[in-house]
């Protein structure tokens, strides 16, 4: 069994030949913060070596702007289960309330 070398070449960033990985952010936005954010905007992603692969990804990790999109999504999805909670409560009490008017409607009429 042989083992895979991995490609060697010149990181991107420090300039040192190493072997190589390629940096793809981890993140998702909302609103503009795709067209600003400084991995996004890039045309090529570049290719790094662990060292500066870790800086960068450290460097997304601390962005504020990614820190701001992914507390705001998570009030989105807060927001999105209480009015889905309160949508179902209102159809219990919508099908309580029929139920209640056709055992009505059948007691008068018998």
Same mark, same amino acid.
């Given at each position: 069994m042989t083992a895979i070398q991995p490609v060697e070449a010149r990181c991107d /960033? =420090? #300039?040192?030949?190493?072997?190589?990985?390629?940096?793809?952010?981890?993140?998702? /936005?909302? @609103?503009? @913060?795709?067209?600003? =954010? %400084?991995? !996004?905007? %890039?045309? #090529?992603?570049?290719?790094? !070596?662990? %060292? !500066?692969? @870790?800086? &960068? #990804? &450290?460097?997304?990790e601390n962005d504020p702007g990614i820190n701001q999109d992914a507390e705001t999504m998570e009030q989105i999805c807060a927001a999105n289960d209480r009015y889905a909670a309160r949508r179902e409560a209102r159809r219990e009490a919508d099908k309580a309330?029929?139920?209640?008017?056709?055992?009505?409607?059948?007691?008068a009429t018998a």
């Open positions: /960033h =420090c #300039k040192q030949t190493r072997p190589l990985f390629l940096f793809e952010p981890d993140h998702g /936005h909302l @609103g503009a @913060g795709m067209f600003t =954010c %400084r991995w !996004c905007t %890039r045309e #090529k992603q570049p290719l790094l !070596c662990v %060292r !500066c692969w @870790g800086a &960068e #990804k &450290e460097l997304e309330a029929c139920e209640g008017i056709a055992a009505a409607t059948e007691e």
